[in-house]
Each structure stands twice: as structure tokens, then as C-alpha cells.
């Protein structure tokens, strides 16, 4: 460990230097580093080929509790823009990344940094965290790209920051972010048609990572698996939810699929419920590797549990 810590210290300053001596030249890709998958993925779209893209975390990990490597710490140093979710989902990992990059270009306040949360309405703030009660973000619920119109927000900001980052630019990044638009519009009437028999309706959720879409789609999320965000399911937990979906007679349960399933297995056992089992993330399945992927994805899980077909074609 000792020498991989001397290695990565003599890496980032080299790669310092070389930044400050000007080797980098001018019509360089913008490199972004993104925490999670899913503004990776809008980067992409928005950037095109101007951009070079790294994300931190893997669509099928969860990452509320992610592991730094060395090779991360890398990444930011080389980093002209990072682009993290925010609302201290990350806050556990990326603050020491930021510190140890030794990078200022992308330090929170500069023009290399966006914290995404800033672009979007949190859902679920509360003035002060209970951690009696879980794993709380006081600033609000963190899972805001599984709404798509927040998608879009992501999406104008991260043209704005590209633009300002390399004016040059600007052109190519309009009229992606037209183009991206142009697809959530088509994309999000799709969405709309096929979750509307649920409108209205109970379901229950593993973690509260889905208040966003059942807000946006006007589902009622009656219970969680977890009995507290972060916690694990108790076998008693487990009975009271059973109780809850058999008397709701609930139809979903809509978990992300880095977690484990068995609880929700038994609970769909033990009642008429189905368990939709779908990344919460891009690149959370071989299949999912947009944005508009990924809730084609989680779309067509929800309605073929609902015996409703198989969603909107991916």
C-alpha cells in the first residue's frame, strides 16, 4: 500500500507539472470525470466527440458506499471538469479524491466542478438528519436522474459547463442538447403510455431510490424492504410488508439489482406481488448503455410484471 501511495503521489505530480508547463494542447478533448454512471452517459450525448468521459462508478454498484481506488484519484487529477450528483451521495468517497488529486481546476466553487443536485428540485429535505433513522441525505434524496425531465436539466447543464470550459465548442454541444431533447420528448410519451395503468396505485420499493419516478408517473410507494435506508431487512420487517402489500394488494416491487433480492423474493412468495428486478443506473445491465436505455429498461420490467407486454423496445 505504502508504495502504491508514493507511486500515485509521483504520478499526480507529474502530471501537475506537465499541466502547468502547458503539454496539454489546445484542441484536447475535455476530460470529465463523472462519480456515477448516468452523467456519464448525458456527457456522452452532449459532448460527443469533444469530450473523453470517465465514470467513477459502475452502473451495478452501489454508490452510497464506494470503494476509491488509486486509479481514481488519477482520473480527477487529469480531469478538466468533474461532474458529481450531489446531496451527499458521494460524501463518504469523493471529498477525499478531490483533496488528494491535487488538482484546483476541479475544487468545488471552480469552473472545473458541478454538483448536478444544484440544477434539479430535491425531493425529501429535511432540516435535520436522524441517523437513528438510516442512511438520511438532509439535503434531499440523492436518486434525482430517475426522474427523465430532471435528465434534461442534467442535460442543459452539462452543455452550459462544456460550453464555458471550451466556447469553441458551443455549436456542437446546442445542437446535441436539441438532438437529446428532441429523444426525451419521443421517449418520455412512451414512458407515459406504459406506466399509466399504475397510475395512482401502490407499490413497494427496496431503498427509497425511486421517489422520483413514482413522482413523475404518479405511483404511490406504500413501503420499503429496507425498514430504514442502508439497514437490512428483519425477518419481522419482512412479515409487516407482506401484511401491507396483501392488504394494498400491491402489484410491484421495484428493487435495484445490485441489492440483494431474496427478502423481496419472500415477500412475492407470500402474496400476488411481482418483483421487478432492474438497474437503477446506465450500465447497470450489458443492454443499458444510454440514458434513454435505462428506463426503457426499467419500464419494460415494470409492465411485463404487470402482465401489460414488454415496454417500449429498446
Given at each position: 500500500m505504502q508504495r502504491i501511495d508514493s507511486l500515485l503521489a509521483t504520478t499526480v505530480t507529474l502530471t501537475g507539472l506537465a499541466f502547468a508547463l502547458g503539454s496539454v494542447p489546445a484542441h484536447?478533448?475535455?476530460?470529465?470525470?463523472?462519480?456515477t454512471q448516468d452523467p456519464a452517459a448525458i456527457t456522452r450525448a452532449i459532448g460527443g466527440d469533444r469530450v473523453e468521459v470517465t465514470a467513477l462508478c459502475k452502473g451495478n454498484q452501489d454508490p452510497h458506499f464506494l470503494d476509491p481506488k488509486p486509479s481514481f484519484m488519477l482520473a480527477v487529477n487529469r480531469a478538466d471538469l468533474v461532474l458529481?450528483?450531489?446531496?451527499?451521495?458521494?460524501?463518504?468517497?469523493?471529498?477525499?479524491?478531490?483533496t488528494g488529486a491535487r488538482?484546483?481546476?476541479?475544487?468545488?466553487?471552480?469552473?472545473?466542478?458541478?454538483?448536478?443536485?444544484?440544477?434539479?428540485t430535491p425531493l425529501e429535505a429535511v432540516a435535520v438528519a436522524d441517523r437513528s433513522e438510516g442512511d438520511v441525505h438532509p439535503k434531499g434524496n440523492p436518486h434525482y436522474w430517475l426522474d427523465p425531465e430532471n435528465g434534461r436539466l442534467m442535460a442543459r447543464g452539462i452543455a452550459a459547463r462544456l460550453t464555458q470550459l471550451d466556447p469553441a465548442g458551443a455549436t456542437s454541444y446546442a445542437a446535441n442538447l436539441a438532438?437529446?431533447?428532441?429523444?426525451?420528448?419521443?421517449?418520455q410519451a412512451e414512458w407515459q403510455r406504459a406506466l399509466a395503468p399504475l397510475a395512482g396505485k401502490p407499490i413497494v420499493t427496496f431503498h427509497k431510490s425511486w421517489p422520483y419516478l413514482a413522482a413523475r408517473y404518479r405511483l404511490e410507494v406504500a413501503a420499503f424492504v429496507e425498514?430504514?435506508?442502508?439497514?437490512?431487512?428483519?425477518?419481522?420487517?419482512?412479515v409487516d410488508?407482506?401484511?401491507?402489500?396483501?392488504?394494498?394488494?400491491?402489484a410491484i416491487i421495484l428493487m435495484e439489482n445490485f441489492y440483494d433480492?431474496?427478502?423481496?423474493?419472500?415477500?412475492?412468495?407470500?402474496?400476488?406481488?411481482?418483483?421487478?428486478?432492474?438497474?437503477?443506473?446506465?450500465?447497470?445491465?450489458?443492454?443499458?448503455?444510454?440514458?434513454?436505455?435505462?428506463?426503457?429498461?426499467?419500464?419494460?420490467?415494470?409492465?411485463?410484471?404487470l402482465g401489460a407486454g414488454s415496454g417500449p423496445a429498446p
Amino acid at each position: 500500500m505504502q508504495r502504491i501511495d508514493s507511486l500515485l503521489a509521483t504520478t499526480v505530480t507529474l502530471t501537475g507539472l506537465a499541466f502547468a508547463l502547458g503539454s496539454v494542447p489546445a484542441h484536447a478533448k475535455i476530460n470529465v470525470v463523472t462519480t456515477t454512471q448516468d452523467p456519464a452517459a448525458i456527457t456522452r450525448a452532449i459532448g460527443g466527440d469533444r469530450v473523453e468521459v470517465t465514470a467513477l462508478c459502475k452502473g451495478n454498484q452501489d454508490p452510497h458506499f464506494l470503494d476509491p481506488k488509486p486509479s481514481f484519484m488519477l482520473a480527477v487529477n487529469r480531469a478538466d471538469l468533474v461532474l458529481a450528483i450531489g446531496l451527499d451521495l458521494e460524501v463518504g468517497w469523493l471529498p477525499p479524491l478531490l483533496t488528494g488529486a491535487r488538482n484546483p481546476r476541479v475544487l468545488p466553487g471552480s469552473a472545473g466542478f458541478l454538483d448536478l443536485s444544484t440544477l434539479v428540485t430535491p425531493l425529501e429535505a429535511v432540516a435535520v438528519a436522524d441517523r437513528s433513522e438510516g442512511d438520511v441525505h438532509p439535503k434531499g434524496n440523492p436518486h434525482y436522474w430517475l426522474d427523465p425531465e430532471n435528465g434534461r436539466l442534467m442535460a442543459r447543464g452539462i452543455a452550459a459547463r462544456l460550453t464555458q470550459l471550451d466556447p469553441a465548442g458551443a455549436t456542437s454541444y446546442a445542437a446535441n442538447l436539441a438532438s437529446f431533447e428532441k429523444t426525451l420528448d419521443v421517449k418520455q410519451a412512451e414512458w407515459q403510455r406504459a406506466l399509466a395503468p399504475l397510475a395512482g396505485k401502490p407499490i413497494v420499493t427496496f431503498h427509497k431510490s425511486w421517489p422520483y419516478l413514482a413522482a413523475r408517473y404518479r405511483l404511490e410507494v406504500a413501503a420499503f424492504v429496507e425498514p430504514k435506508p442502508g439497514i437490512q431487512p428483519t425477518a419481522q420487517h419482512t412479515v409487516d410488508v407482506i401484511q401491507t402489500v396483501r392488504g394494498k394488494g400491491i402489484a410491484i416491487i421495484l428493487m435495484e439489482n445490485f441489492y440483494d433480492r431474496r427478502s423481496p423474493d419472500q415477500i412475492a412468495a407470500h402474496s400476488n406481488a411481482k418483483v421487478v428486478f432492474v438497474p437503477s443506473m446506465v450500465g447497470g445491465d450489458a443492454k443499458v448503455q444510454s440514458y434513454f436505455d435505462l428506463f426503457d429498461a426499467i419500464v419494460a420490467g415494470i409492465t411485463a410484471a404487470l402482465g401489460a407486454g414488454s415496454g417500449p423496445a429498446p
